[in-house]
């Protein structure tokens, strides 16, 4: 008679089998002083000590019941916030990208608004934001600068056929400033009237009735829909 599940598991032992490092990290994106910004935090022990890398850490299995759930809390421990946008973005793993043996890693990338982290990110030592430019000159940890390509480039998809960019954004947030976002992920000037024509015909935003401050003439501010995550664009962009 074949054995049952509950009678299988008494015996079974996971010990048995060689035991891989599985971490899981985030590149978060934001958009500040007319850039997109990736965070990194500095590391404070080996391996690639002191070197840049993502926030991210190991799989907790008394903490997390889902790799989403890593992942939220890696960020919450450096920005304390729940970040509106999350998605897994590949799984990198070899038995030489780690010299503590055979290791996994799990990529995220998160979009947040710099306002609602930067007091948190600005009271870690650590921690940085740096433009993109600037992050893809330094040498960084493990093989965290093409997880951050990778992201990027997702984002990039991304914005040439939805308005996923602007969880980048603090809301209230101007049509000129999700516009800007969205040609800094795709690399090139996007005609204004065009674009204002996209995010009417889309209904995925509310005039909040109130205009931008600043000097010069005033802007309507508006919030975001939450479904905006599943609006696709009829025709995507032209990078």
Known sequence: MTE??????????????????????????TYHEDAIKVLLVKRASHPDIDHWG????????SKDKSLEDAANRNIEAKTNIRPPYLEQIQ????GNRD??????????????????????????????????????????AFDHKQAIEAAFERHKQKALYSF??????????????LRRVHELL?????????????????????????????????????KVKSAVKDYRFVRNIEA
């Not at 599985?22 to 590149?27: K, L, Q």
């Not at 209230?172 to 400033?177: A, G, S």
């Not at 090139?188 to 009237?193: A, L, M, V, W, Y």
């Not at 024509?197 to 109130?210: H, I, L, N, Q, Y």
Request: with cysteine; glycine share 6%; hydrophobic share 40%.
């Open 4 to 29: 049952t599940l509950k009678e299988y598991l008494k015996h079974y032992d996971a010990t048995e089998y060689p035991s891989v490092l599985v971490t899981v990290d985030t590149v978060l994106l």
């Open 186 to 222: 795709i690399g090139k000037t996007i005609q204004r009237k065009s674009f204002i024509r996209r995010a009417e015909a889309s209904d995925m935003f509310t005039d909040t009735g109130k205009t931008t401050q600043d000097k010069g003439r005033p802007a309507a501010l508006y």
């Open 91 to 94: 799984t990198v793993g070899s």
């Open 99 to 140: 010299p503590r043996g055979w290791s996994m890693s799990v990529i995220f990338s998160a979009l947040v608004p710099i306002a609602a982290c930067k007091a948190n990110v600005d009271s870690v030592e650590e921690a940085r934001w740096f433009d993109m430019d600037e992050a893809r000159k330094l040498k960084l």
């Open 164 to 177: 996923i960019p602007v969880y980048a954004l603090t809301q209230p947030m101007t049509l000129t400033e």
């Open 54 to 61: 993502l926030p991210g850490g190991f799989l907790d299995q």
